[in-house]
């Protein structure tokens, strides 16, 4: 893969703004006047899962949080500083958005450090404490799967975070107040880098199905593709 140059980001720009701010749909003059999305989602870091780009969205579709491993904490109202949840609360009260997406993907490193363990005698580790958020998952995911190899516990941990933060979602207030009457709904997905796919935790069956199958595979195969609605 090429390594791309500061040259090349500055022409990437000149690109975008030909996209949206030449032509008949000069998107940007709409959007100078505020934002509007109805999304807000909640990513990972990782340079390879772009929501803007894995979703095809234009400016002002979604709202982003991207952290490492695409993690939500409790609700906690400590007096520190709390980018995740003070993000989070814009997005439903101020924004008042109709949906909160998580999406986790495969080959998270993140995930890995955590199943891995941290390196003891670190004067700082903002990763190691991060990471913590999804310490009952590693627990449970080491202790039912003990059998299974690596890669499958790293995969169930990478799926059982985004439900961990599908839970630590609702214990904020101003979310499970409005997912209770119905004005918020919430998803975790889970993008499948190794084939192209998409699944979706469905909570009636407690999990994840595929939403977009793989282009290699028929739609005539045993996997059921899903037809996705909000509740």
Same mark, same amino acid.
């Given at each position: 893969?090429?390594?791309?140059?500061?040259q090349?980001?500055?022409?990437?720009?000149?690109?975008?703004?030909?996209?949206?701010?030449a032509?008949?749909?000069?998107?940007?003059?709409?959007?100078?006047?505020?934002?509007?999305?109805?999304?807000?989602?909640?990513?990972?870091?990782?340079?390879?899962?772009?929501?803007?780009? /894995?979703?095809? %969205?234009?400016? =002002?579709?979604?709202?982003?949080?991207? @952290?490492?491993?695409?993690?939500? #904490?409790?609700?906690? &109202?400590?007096?520190?500083?709390?980018?995740?949840?003070?993000?989070?609360?814009?997005?439903?009260?101020?924004?008042?958005?109709?949906?909160?997406?998580?999406?986790?993907?495969?080959?998270?490193?993140?995930?890995?450090?955590?199943?891995?363990?941290?390196?003891?005698?670190?004067?700082?580790?903002?990763?190691?404490?991060?990471?913590?958020?999804?310490?009952?998952?590693?627990?449970?995911?080491?202790?039912?799967?003990?059998?299974?190899?690596?890669?499958?516990? /790293?995969?169930? %941990?990478?799926? =059982?975070a985004?439900i961990?933060?599908? @839970?630590?979602?609702?214990?904020? #207030?101003?979310?499970? &107040?409005?997912?209770?009457?119905?004005?918020?709904?919430?998803?975790?997905?889970?993008?499948?880098?190794s084939?192209?796919?998409?699944?979706?935790?469905?909570?009636?069956?407690?999990?994840?199905?595929?939403?977009?199958?793989?282009?290699?595979?028929?739609?005539?195969?045993?996997?059921?593709?899903?037809?996705?609605?909000?509740?």
């Amino acid at each position: 893969m090429e390594v791309r140059n500061i040259q090349q980001f500055i022409e990437g720009f000149q690109r975008f703004q030909s996209k949206y701010f030449a032509g008949e749909d000069k998107l940007f003059e709409k959007l100078n006047h505020g934002q509007n999305p109805t999304t807000l989602l909640i990513g990972c870091c990782d340079s390879r899962v772009d929501p803007a780009l /894995l979703l095809d %969205c234009d400016p =002002g579709d979604i709202f982003v949080v991207r @952290n490492v491993a695409n993690l939500v #904490p409790p609700c906690n &109202e400590s007096a520190q500083q709390h980018g995740v949840s003070a993000a989070i609360q814009f997005a439903v009260e101020a924004l008042n958005v109709k949906r909160i997406i998580v999406m986790g993907h495969e080959k998270c490193g993140g995930i890995r450090a955590l199943m891995q363990g941290y390196q003891p005698g670190r004067k700082i580790d903002f990763i190691g404490r991060w990471m913590k958020i999804a310490e009952p998952v590693k627990l449970q995911v080491k202790q039912q799967l003990a059998h299974c190899s690596e890669a499958e516990q /790293l995969r169930a %941990c990478e799926l =059982g975070a985004v439900i961990n933060s599908l @839970n630590n979602l609702r214990s904020f #207030p101003w979310v499970s &107040e409005r997912e209770a009457t119905g004005e918020l709904a919430l998803h975790g997905w889970y993008f499948d880098m190794s084939n192209g796919a998409l699944l979706a935790y469905s909570e009636r069956s407690d999990t994840f199905l595929p939403m977009v199958c793989p282009l290699n595979i028929s739609s005539k195969t045993l996997i059921p593709e899903v037809s996705y609605s909000e509740p």
